[in-house]
């Protein structure tokens, strides 16, 4: 395991997984994915059969699904929260531990 990363900007408890952090901001602070998510589903209006999901390359987004039971969805909204030229000395380190 990892030290202790860096501390969620939202719950104030430390990250312990950087894979599932998220940086928000170029200072670099971070947040629990999780933490995240809930925080865009309380500041964003969803409608019903929307979530937030995450789009990939700092991107989040607003999808919205075709049906209940659906997997097809469209994007209603992207929120971009992490900068993608940001990239963390301590997420470095965790990369180059990955066999490739
Ligand atoms: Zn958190």
Not at 33 to 49: A, G, T, Y
Not at 74 to 81: A, V
Request: proline letters at 3%; aromatic letters at 8%; glycine letters at 6%.
């Amino acid at each position: 395991m990892p030290p202790d990363l860096a501390q969620c900007a939202i719950c104030r408890q430390n990250i312990r997984d950087a894979l599932t952090a998220i940086v928000m901001s170029e200072d670099g602070a971070a947040a629990h994915f999780d933490c995240v998510v809930k925080k865009l589903s309380d500041e964003e209006e969803l409608r019903s059969r929307e979530k937030i999901c995450y789009l990939g390359g700092g991107e989040f987004g607003i999808v919205r699904f075709n049906s209940a039971d659906s997997k097809k969805f469209t994007i209603r909204k992207r929120i971009r929260l992490e900068s993608a030229e940001y990239d963390p000395e301590w997420r470095k380190s965790i990369s180059n531990g990955l066999s490739t």
